[in-house]
């Protein structure tokens, strides 16, 4: 038996002692009896499925493109509404809808909540092979040499390396073909669902969720018999292994912008004697992380929960890819002297996302301009608040000998100070981190485990999801369950997913639909 296996098994007893499922014999009959459909539904309708994603993915779905998000949210609610959920589009004024549905199972006991975000990340068309809104199939991935092919026919084989291109295939459309199909794999071969299953499909999670804890909040009673929350959005392991993720990191950020000459100066008759901004902003951002990525900024880490010995085990067992990582970007070493991702990603993170100071290239001047501005971004994990986290960053610049200022300074402020940030401030929300043993994962872990032997369990995910608001509007476990293949282009041009990825999840939900008691 391998680690991984063992420190599964170890948090799979624990529940046993406390009584919170069924027999192991039970299990595994419920659990490889849906397994075994969702193979059979899978070798039988494959062709079906791709057709019936590319549909789906075929319907625009920026945030902020109303009139297509509202396609998006009607064609999903009716697709469960034909599997028998009772769908409703909740409304908030100003809010893309969130997509609610309800299918409850005679004598359970148990009521699980399943969330996806249907909308996606805007589009450049022209950073694009294929139209991002016009599904393509590829035999496999295009960074491999793959090559265009046509959508199969009923009954034809599928290759698992095939990959299906488009906005939104990895991130977060994905587990909705997939669900849909293990319910109908489920429901043809008489297999029961052990669970009532709720569906809350999020319309605005690529824009920051805005309005998510006023749904919640306005919607309470929808939400409060929910027992586990089931997450469905991010990519299986780097090493190509299912996962099993007990929580995000946060996310926060803010814009300084710093200031020299009160217009562009040529470089020529003033270099040596007017300051740049550009080397004020670089050196400012240089005194807040050195070179090993550690963060010099005055309490960063202090705040951070402490990893816990379950998470510890976790992240030892699971496979090392770091090594394989660093040859794939071409990186000869990683931060903290090739410390492992899976610890880094415990610890908050002060990310660089970009830099202006007049031009660069051939569009670069012999000038010292007038300001020059980065963007920089914080991933926080447990016991991090966003906004202190923010008031630490601040109280580092002050102590650079910075004033800081909410708007562009005037004339008065400029001949005062030499040295002004103008900052503002991003939005942010905290992270989210379950306890691994908590017993109510013991079934889900055993069921997922039966699809997948090596099955990983990770503390943490390295990007961010607004689960803070259901922790707060819920005292039911919270756990994610990603599907999509680890090199999806998430967020990039050329967005993919594996169509073994997709089979995964048929594979997956079928098994956690019918998890005993």
Same mark, same amino acid.
């Given at each position: ?22 027999? =192991? +014999? /039970?299990? %595994?009959?419920?659990? !490889? ?10 070798? $039988? *309708? @494959? ?25 998006? =949210? +009607? /064609?999903? %609610?009716?697709?469960? !509404? ?10 908030? $004024? *100003? @809010? ?422």
């Amino acid at each position: 038996m391998s680690k991984r296996q063992l420190v599964r098994t170890a948090l799979v007893s624990s529940a046993v002692m406390f009584g919170n499922f069924a027999s =192991a +014999a /039970a299990q %595994s009959t419920a659990v !490889a009896d849906a397994v075994s459909a969702a193979d059979q539904y899978i070798s $039988e *309708n @494959a062709a079906g499925i791709l057709t019936g994603f590319a549909e789906l993915l075929s319907i625009p779905n920026d945030a902020y493109d109303a009139e297509n998000i509202r396609r998006n =949210a +009607a /064609a999903i %609610s009716d697709l469960f !509404a034909e599997r028998n959920f009772s769908m409703e589009l909740l409304e908030y $004024e *100003n @809010a893309p809808p969130l997509i609610y549905g309800l299918r409850e199972t005679t004598g359970a006991a148990r009521t699980i909540a399943i969330y996806v975000h249907y909308d996606g990340q805007p589009v450049d068309p022209e950073e694009w092979t294929d139209p991002p809104f016009e599904p393509a199939l590829y035999d496999g991935a295009k960074t491999d040499g793959g090559t265009k092919i046509a959508f199969p026919a009923p009954g034809e084989k599928i290759d698992e390396d095939w990959r299906m291109y488009a906005r939104s295939a990895g991130d977060d459309k994905a587990p909705i073909p997939a669900l849909l199909a293990a319910i109908d794999a489920l429901d043809d071969a008489g297999v029961a669902m052990s669970s009532n299953i709720i569906l809350v499909f999020d319309g605005e999670e690529e824009r920051g969720s805005d309005h998510l804890d006023e749904f919640l909040a306005t919607y309470a009673d929808k939400f409060e018999d929910i027992d586990l929350w089931l997450f469905c959005d991010g990519p299986i392991h780097q090493s190509g292994t299912p996962q099993l993720v007990f929580g995000v990191r946060g996310v926060t950020g803010m814009d300084i912008t710093v200031y020299g000459p009160n217009r562009g100066l040529h470089s020529g008759h003033y270099g040596n004697w007017a300051p740049g901004p550009g080397w004020r902003l670089v050196n400012l951002l240089a005194s807040m992380k050195n070179e090993d990525g550690d963060v010099l900024i005055e309490g960063f880490y202090d705040s951070t929960t402490p990893i816990n010995a379950a998470e510890l085990d976790a992240i030892r067992s699971a496979p090392d890819v770091d090594k394989k990582l660093r040859k794939q970007l071409g990186l000869a070493k990683t931060e903290a002297n090739n410390a492992l991702l899976a610890e880094r990603i415990l610890k908050p993170a002060l990310n660089l996302k970009g830099l202006k100071s007049a031009n660069v290239g051939d569009k670069a001047r012999n000038i010292i301009p007038p300001e020059a501005m980065a963007s920089i971004g914080l991933r926080l994990v447990k016991g991090n608040d966003p906004e202190d986290m923010l008031d630490l960053v601040e109280a580092h610049i002050e102590r650079q000998g910075y004033v800081i200022t909410r708007e562009d300074p005037d004339e008065k402020m400029r001949r005062k100070h030499s040295l002004i940030a103008k900052v503002t401030r991003n939005d942010g929300y905290p992270a989210m981190r379950s306890e691994m043993d908590d017993p109510a994962f013991a079934p889900l872990i055993d069921a997922l485990s039966a699809v997948s032997d090596e099955l990983i369990l990770t503390p943490t995910l390295g990007g961010s999801l607004p689960l803070y608001m259901f922790e707060t509007a819920s005292d039911a476990p919270l756990v994610i369950l990603p599907i999509s293949n680890h090199d999806n282009n998430q967020h990039a041009a050329d967005e993919n997913i594996r169509i073994g990825a997709l089979f995964y999840g048929v594979r997956a939900y079928a098994a956690l639909l019918t998890m005993p008691q």
